[in-house]
């Protein structure tokens, strides 16, 4: 208790003062429920990553919830403990009653700018293992009984110096339960969702499995499966069989084709069913490549 009196002292009645307890060093990211800082945290000096939410957009997002208790992002958030999972310390309510979260800073690029700028240096000889850490990741969140519901490149963040990937925000995250899946909650990265979640149907973790696909595939090639030649929702529904991804990368291992293959497969019934599965099926998967 004399810890938890210390932060009661420090916040000032259980709010935290952000200003007496952190140095803001720079914006880091500016989020659309969000924004997150490089801090410093004047108790212990350490530089810590320090996400405020917006209040209102919070409040409009946990509506969709009305009635069914859903847990907050830094409750769900400090749940999450994974070497692959960015770590969150605490959780709580400023003085000016934003959510906020204090976790580990990471040093290093989101996986979308690798992508966007085609950076091979990054991705050559890693891409095997980029997936797999991922998959790894995303298997944590399932195994603690949530859906990441935005499994994207954007939330993967390139840290140790390009040698590993941590997965991030946990803003969309829901219990992983009946009531949190029903139809009619259709949020995410557009381009990364799947069929279902677009089509507002009732949803299961094979919607992160399928966000996960497309995301290897994009780590594969530099581009989505379906975009090419379509459009707004034509794209996000997925209305005809994924590109081939053998047709933009010949040389892939093709075990590792056919294992992302069977992630974005748009009917749920022929769609992996797990991403325990997709790991054991690329058990053996050394290289993205046939060698």
Not at 232 to 254: E, F, K, W
Request: net charge positive; proline share 5%; glycine share 8%.
């Amino acid at each position: 208790m004399a810890l938890l009196d210390r932060f009661k002292s420090t916040f000032g009645g259980g709010k935290l003062n952000v200003s007496s307890r952190f140095a803001l060093l720079r914006r880091a990211i500016s989020g659309t429920m969000s924004n997150f800082y490089m801090a410093r945290d004047l108790r212990t000096n350490e530089v810590v990553g320090l996400k405020i939410l917006d209040p209102e957009k919070t409040a409009a997002f946990e509506t969709r919830f009305k009635g069914l208790k859903k847990p907050t992002e830094g409750e769900i958030a400090v749940q999450l403990k994974h070497p692959r999972i960015v770590k969150t310390y605490e959780h709580g309510v400023t003085n000016q009653n934003e959510q906020y979260l204090v976790m580990e800073f990471l040093e290093g690029a989101g996986m979308n700018s690798v992508l966007v700028g085609g950076n091979d240096r990054i991705l050559e000889g890693h891409r095997v293992r980029f997936i797999r850490q991922a998959a790894e990741a995303l298997s944590a969140v399932h195994a603690a009984g949530f859906l990441h519901r935005d499994m994207c490149p954007r939330n993967l963040i390139v840290t140790d110096h390009g040698q590993n990937v941590k997965l991030i925000d946990f803003g969309l995250s829901v219990p992983a339960t009946r009531l949190f899946m029903q139809p009619g909650n259709r949020t995410g990265a557009p381009n990364y969702m799947a069929p279902e979640l677009v089509r507002r149907q009732a949803t299961d973790k094979r919607l992160d499995v399928f966000a996960f696909g497309v995301t290897a595939y994009e780590i594969c090639t530099y581009q989505l499966p379906w975009m090419r030649g379509e459009t707004g929702m034509a794209a996000m529904t997925h209305n005809r069989p994924p590109a081939d991804i053998r047709s933009l990368r010949p040389q892939i291992n093709p075990i590792l084709a056919r294992a992302i293959h069977h992630c974005i497969e748009p009917q749920l019934k022929n769609r992996c069913e797990s991403i325990d599965h997709f790991l054991e099926m690329i058990h053996d998967v050394k290289h993205a490549d046939q060698q």
